[in-house]
């Protein structure tokens, strides 16, 4: 079994238990895992899961000091023990006591709002990064946002736990690290709300969907398993790949003049990338803080999947879908996630799909949720710097679905159905409190599909729009028999429709009817 763990301190400690069983036998503690800690935030007004390792047989008593009654239970025959302890209402600071052969008391608890964020290195992209940094980062002091990074580790079995990770404060000193996108989202909530907010975040740059998905729900589809398939192919190829590729690096290094540096094999640049293994981020950064009571979810990844999008919606749907199930006996948390922005993919038709999926995602999925950032991306840099907008629209969605604002406008204008009338195509838009507005002087990232005589696939051609209340009219000259109308598709970021909030209308391509 291959398991990586990527946690300082591991040989000494080891070093430490065995001394310690030689000296003789030793009463086992009860222990809590590290997301248990001082600082920590709880999720507010429900039962909130508390578990940990003790001896087999150990009686247990949790309590928190928000109210008299306590929790009480047995470890079981494998030491493992889990009790359901009632929150109150936003507010704090608490201590939240353990008993049993041992007592461990965590100071500082704050009853609040918590949320998951993970996915690739948009999600990662810290604070200190971002625009406005220095001003946002002077201004970070927000003692009630907590922020927990897990550490990074990754293997082939599900890990119990993530030594090392702790719960941090927002402070001009600690937020600089912080996830951009995570901070933002939390800043907003905490001063709409009045409540502390908690952050789980685990993320890890340049990792795909599969590496966060379990094994069993990969295994199980005839689609999702080729995922190993493919995994496999990595493994019984790189040694001659790296050896032919090593041969031609050596050749260019020693007369370069006028050449190219040979690229690198895929099979090679997988190898040195091991956290991408299929389900080996689930097991290493998900599983240690399953089930911690949490609010939702957001999620920010995608670029790393680009190059097989025609099967992202599947894996991704089985993915949230695992999660819910893994994580909550309720299985309906929210799932809010970020569609990929624009930017110069190697294929951009791809990228196009993959937005695609995202969206028929958020269509399909109940209580999931999507915001649009084909607006704020750069075609030269794949981490754009507009993370606060980023936060911002994930807020809005939270706050509209989970906390009461109903009337709160949270999305851009969307598609609802085209046709044809007076030879020109109208977009019809789902209904909306905003009106459609165009920003520049023209309406572009518009194009008509059609066929050409004998042919059976979809050309495209860019098309003239106007914006007629709350329509859209599509038309080019050239195109009689238009199939199709798609919006903000290779170049998305040259699309302009926003509603008057300055919300991004989404993506789409549709059949004419």
């Keep these: 079994m291959r398991i990586v763990k990527i946690i300082a301190g591991t040989l000494r400690l080891s070093l430490l238990s065995s001394i310690l069983l030689l000296s003789g036998p030793v009463l086992a503690n009860v222990k809590l895992p590290a997301i248990f800690s001082d600082g920590m935030v709880l999720q507010q007004n429900t039962k909130v899961a508390i ?11 949790i309590s928190g000091s928000w109210s008299p009654k306590s929790v009480f239970l047995i470890a079981d025959a494998s030491g493992n023990w889990k009790g359901m302890l009632q929150t109150p209402k936003a507010g704090g600071p608490y201590t939240l006591s353990i008993k049993a052969n041992n ?42 946002i907590r922020y927990f990074s ?36 939390a800043r907003k909530i905490h001063k709409d709300l009045k409540v502390p907010v908690g952050i789980v975040f685990n993320a890890w740059g340049g990792t795909p969907a599969e590496a966060w998905t379990p094994a069993n729900v990969l295994r199980k589809d005839s689609t999702l398993s080729l995922y190993f398939d493919r995994w496999k192919f990595i493994q019984d190829n790189v040694g001659k790949d790296s050896a032919n590729y090593h041969v031609k690096l050596d050749k260019w290094q020693k007369d370069s003049i006028g050449l190219k540096r040979p690229a690198e094999p895929q099979t090679l640049y997988y190898y040195k ?132 604002h109903k009337d709160l406008l949270y999305k851009g204008p969307e598609c609802n159905k085209v ?15 905003s009106a459609l ?8 990232g ?28 599509v038309w080019n000259t050239k195109v009689n028999h238009p199939i199709e109308v798609r919006y903000g598709w290779l170049l998305a970021g040259d699309a302009n429709l926003f509603n008057k909030e300055g919300l991004p209308a989404f993506p789409f391509r549709m059949k004419v009817k």
């Design 273 to 404: 990338r091991p956290w991408r293994e299929p389900s080996v981020l689930y097991n290493g950064m998900l599983t240690p803080v399953i089930p911690y009571s949490i609010k939702g979810v957001l999620w920010y990844q995608g670029e790393s999947n680009v190059d097989y999008a025609n099967e992202y919606y599947k894996l991704f749907s089985s993915m949230i879908q695992s999660w819910r199930s893994n994580w909550s006996a309720s299985n309906d948390f929210p799932f809010y996630f970020v569609q990929i922005a624009s930017y110069g993919y190697n294929n951009l038709d791809k990228a196009a799909q993959l937005r695609e999926a995202q969206y028929q995602v958020m269509r399909n999925i109940h209580k999931t949720g999507m915001a649009v950032t084909v607006d704020l991306g750069d075609m030269k840099n794949i981490h754009f710097t507009h993370k606060k907008e980023v936060g911002d629209r994930l807020a809005l969605i939270a706050l509209a679905n989970d906390y009461g």
């Design 437 to 444: 507005t165009v920003k520049g002087n023209a309406l572009n």
């Design 51 to 61: 578990w940990g390792w003790a001896d087999p047989g150990e009686k247990i008593k």
């Design 446 to 473: 518009f194009e008509l599909g059609y066929k050409l005589p004998g042919s059976d696939s979809v050309s495209y051609v860019a098309a003239s729009a106007k914006i007629e209340g709350d329509k859209v009219t």
């Design 103 to 144: 007592s461990i008391t965590l100071n500082d608890v704050l009853s609040g709002e918590v949320w998951v964020c993970s996915g690739q290195s948009n999600m990662g992209f810290t604070l200190k990064g971002c625009d406005n940094s220095k001003e946002e980062i002077a201004a970070a002091n927000y003692p009630v």
């Design 150 to 185: 897990v550490e990074r580790q990754y293997g082939l079995k599900e890990f119990r736990d993530c030594p090392g990770s702790v719960w941090k404060k927002t402070s001009p000193s600690t937020a600089p690290s912080f996830s951009a996108v995570a901070y933002f989202f």
């Design 419 to 433: 046709y044809v009338s007076n030879e020109k195509v109208i977009v019809e838009f789902k209904p909306s409190k």
